[in-house]
Nanobody, 116 residues
Framework: QVQLVESGGGLVQAGGSLRLSCAAS????????MGWFRQAPGKRREFVAG????????YYADSVKGRFTISRDNAKNTVYLQMNSLKPEDTADYYC?????????WGSGTLVTVSS
């Protein structure tokens, strides 16, 4: 069982930055691929960024490539999402996701609001 707790959301002006954190419980964190998804009001949840268990491989949605950076610290059981050059269309609830063979877990989300 893995529990995920996101933090770092808030209100920021367009062009600003935020760093989201996702703290995971459990001793097997390093075996999970991790990711961030987001869901804006009235829209489907969408993939934002992903990182392999080792941190060697990262993946991004085209809409955030070059602005967002995902990273992880396996010693701290934490994954991060650094978000720069934020746009109003980045406004959404952001969810942390953990995936391993046959198992996946979601956090409860943290709200990011970008004002124009």
């Amino acid at each position: 069982q893995v529990q995920l707790v996101e933090s770092g959301g808030g209100l920021v002006q367009a062009g600003g930055s935020l760093r989201l954190s996702c703290a995971a419980s459990g001793r097997t964190f390093s075996s999970y691929a991790m990711g961030w998804f987001r869901q804006a009001p009235g829209k489907r949840r969408e993939f934002v960024a992903g990182i392999s268990w080792s941190g060697d491989n990262t993946y991004y949605a085209d809409s955030v490539k070059g602005r967002f950076t995902i990273s992880r610290d396996n010693a701290k059981n934490t994954v991060y999402l650094q978000m720069n050059s934020l746009k109003p269309e980045d406004t959404a609830d952001y969810y942390c996701h953990a995936r391993n063979v046959g198992r996946e877990y979601w956090g409860s989300g943290t709200l990011v609001t970008v004002s124009s």
